[in-house]
């Protein structure tokens, strides 16, 4: 039992169980749940490391491990908290979706037409009214509404859509990362050479559904709202757009800046979570 902490051990093994289990879970969730487990198991782990490293160790041994099975526990950060989640995602299809068994092929063309209409609306507020998406799916699926009701319910519940408090449907944070090679191959990054619909966040390089970008028509940055902070917080960018040598618009918080930033995504205040 000495070199548990090495090996993969039985510590490992429920932590993936738990983890295959939830799906996603958020980071200050999972901390607790592995303390638990680790304090069951083997507790000796605990006396030269703290937790969060313990943890870090082990979801790194967990991922070169499941890798060669195709999966992988990513690491995203919530894009308007900030806080880290853990997803567990496959890594080998190049359409997650249709390699996703729990769902009949019907209902995966159902997903992704919602998705089609969320990406694509001409807004780019990156939702979809529940209603809307209860018709896409009585149409699609021949059912009731009320039918159709029950499988929306079932896809945000099993982490493809989160509802606001105004019944729209969003990308939820599993979605963002275990679709995001098929999002971005299927409607494109967002530049000045193309005419993209997935917005890549000037700061993390993450895709933003959720933010705001430059106002200015000719200019593409965009910002998380933290990762705006972030940038601002640095003094030698003045408050200037990234993008300075072409685009003359100064971001909130500083000095010049006189218009309002475009937002993407929905309103922040009417997510949940
Ligand atoms: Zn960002
Ligand atoms: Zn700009």
Redesign the pocket.
């Given at each position: 039992m000495a070199d548990e902490g090495t090996e993969y051990s039985e510590v490992h093994r429920v932590l993936l169980t738990y983890i295959i289990s939830v799906r996603y879970i958020s980071h200050s969730e999972l901390e607790p749940k592995f303390g638990t487990i680790v304090q069951k198991l083997n507790r000796e782990l605990l006396n030269d490391k703290t937790l969060e490293d313990l943890l870090q160790e082990h979801i790194t041994s967990i991922n070169s491990k499941v890798s060669l099975h195709g999966f992988k526990i990513d690491k995203i950060?919530h894009?308007v908290s900030g806080q880290l989640h853990y997803v567990l995602i496959n890594t080998v299809s190049n359409e997650v979706i249709k390699g996703n068994t729990n769902y009949s092929v019907n209902e995966l063309d159902t997903i992704k037409r919602i998705i089609d209409e969320l990406v694509e609306s001409s807004s780019i507020d990156f939702s979809i009214g529940v209603v809307n998406a209860t018709q896409k799916v009585s149409s699609g699926l021949n059912k009731t509404m009320k039918e159709a009701g029950s499988v929306i319910t079932k896809f945000i519940d099993d982490g493809w859509f989160s509802l606001t408090f105004n019944d729209r449907l969003i990308l939820s944070i599993r979605s963002l990362s275990e679709l995001k090679r098929y999002l971005i191959d299927r409607y494109g990054i967002v530049s000045s050479q193309t005419d993209g619909k997935i917005f890549s966040?000037?700061?993390?390089?993450?895709i933003?559904t959720l933010?705001l970008r430059c106002p200015m028509v000719y200019c593409q940055i965009n910002?998380?709202y933290?990762?705006?902070d972030?940038y601002m917080r640095n003094e030698t960018n003045k408050g200037r757009c990234p993008n300075y040598s072409n685009c003359s618009y100064h971001w909130p918080g500083s000095e010049l800046s006189n218009i309002d930033p475009k937002r993407i995504g929905v309103d922040p205040n009417s997510l949940y979570n």
């Open positions: 950060r894009q966040c000037y700061q993390c390089n993450e933003n933010g910002f998380h933290k990762c705006l972030i």
